[in-house]
């Protein structure tokens, strides 16, 4: 089997500059890539898809491609519009809630921090979540 490619080292600075700034966040290597968790429940993994490794992403696209995905968590009306937005979104099959995201070139960075804090928000309990909403809170 080759040797797993795990993600670059800027992708990884970029989500995790975002998500630990939220309240007790962690971030941790996963069984592939990185992940950030809050408490036991992961709100966003960042991983390589790629040729020899099984990946939900290849088996909805169909791409043989090495690419680098984020999955994260979503809800209501955001989660119905991005499962059906079309790539570089993709809906795997294992949770409701949970969406993929292809980063490339052309990723808006502005859109992944919203997404990943609103991610946070969908995992985190209330106490935590109202902290973000606080009135000496500074946008994270």
């Known amino acids: ?10 992708v990884v600075r970029r989500i995790g500059a975002v998500a630990t700034r939220l309240p007790e966040v962690l971030e941790e290597d996963a069984w592939t890539g990185v992940r950030w968790r809050i408490r036991t429940t992961t709100f966003a993994h960042v991983m390589v898809a790629q040729p020899g490794y099984e990946s939900a992403y290849r088996e909805i ?5 090495v690419r680098t995905v984020l999955t994260f968590r979503s809800t209501g009306d955001e989660l119905l519009a991005l499962t059906h937005a ?12 949970i969406v993929g995201l292809v980063l490339d070139d052309d990723t808006d960075w502005t859109e992944v921090a919203e997404l990943v804090i609103d991610s946070y928000r969908c995992c985190a309990p209330q106490k935590l979540v109202r902290l973000l ?8």
């Open 1 to 10: 089997m080759p040797r797993r490619i795990e993600p670059s080292a800027d």
């Open 133 to 140: 909403d606080g009135p000496d809170r500074d946008s994270p």
């Open 86 to 97: 079309g790539l570089p979104f993709y809906k795997p099959p294992w949770s409701g809630t």
């Open 61 to 65: 696209t169909g791409d043989a491609s």
